[in-house]
């Protein structure tokens, strides 16, 4: 088992920057692929970013790609998501997951944090 801790969220000015954290403990963290989802009120949720185990790839949705970048610190068992440019679209609650393959299906990922809000004001 894998506990995933997000933190970071809250509210910001449109154009601002948060930086979100997702802290894992339980098995082996460097173990895992880490993404990123959001999911907004009345929407399904939708992949934002993805790394691979030890942080070598990475990917990323269209609407987030040269805004957002994901990092991890595997001696940290703690994953990142810096959100630079936010938008008033951007606003949701954002889930960190982990799972043995980096891909942008969330059915990829089998244990999940209990997501942490982000708004963005415009």
């Known amino acids: 088992q894998v506990q995933l801790v997000e933190s970071g969220g809250g509210l910001v000015q449109a154009g601002g920057s948060l930086r979100l954290s997702c802290a894992a403990s339980?098995?082996?963290?460097?173990?895992?692929?880490v993404g990123w989802f959001r999911q907004a009120p009345g929407k399904e949720r939708e992949f934002v970013a993805a790394i691979n185990s030890d942080g070598g790839s990475t990917t990323y949705a269209d609407a987030v790609k040269g805004r957002f970048t994901i990092s991890r610190d595997n001696a940290k068992n703690t994953a990142y998501l810096q959100m630079n440019s936010l938008k008033a679209e951007d606003t949701a609650t954002y889930y960190c997951?982990?799972?043995?393959?980096?891909?942008?299906?969330?059915?990829?990922?089998?244990?999940w944090g209990q997501g942490t809000q982000v708004t963005v004001s415009s």
């Open positions: 339980g098995r082996t963290f460097s173990y895992y692929a």
């Open positions: 997951a982990a799972g043995r393959l980096m891909r942008t299906g969330s059915n990829s990922y089998n244990y």
